[in-house]
């Protein structure tokens, strides 16, 4: 799976970031989450966001 952040909808709650087993979500300059190359496509984040801001590719 490839996931790529809604960046409309991302409200910077930083919770994704703590579920990904891989380290793979940051906070851009943004104040939005994005998803680095480690990201294995585990889809764990997909499932947590509250916002749905997370989405499969
Ligand atoms: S993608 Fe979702 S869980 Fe991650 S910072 Fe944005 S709103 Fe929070
Ligand atoms: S799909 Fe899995 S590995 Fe990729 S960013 Fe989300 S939690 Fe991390």
Redesign the pocket.
Known sequence: MRVR?NKE????????IRVCPSRA?S?GDDG??QIGSQCVGCGS?VD????S??EEE
């Open positions: 952040v909808k991302c409200r910077g709650c930083k919770i994704c979500i906070i939005k989450a984040c947590l966001c509250v916002m801001a997370i």
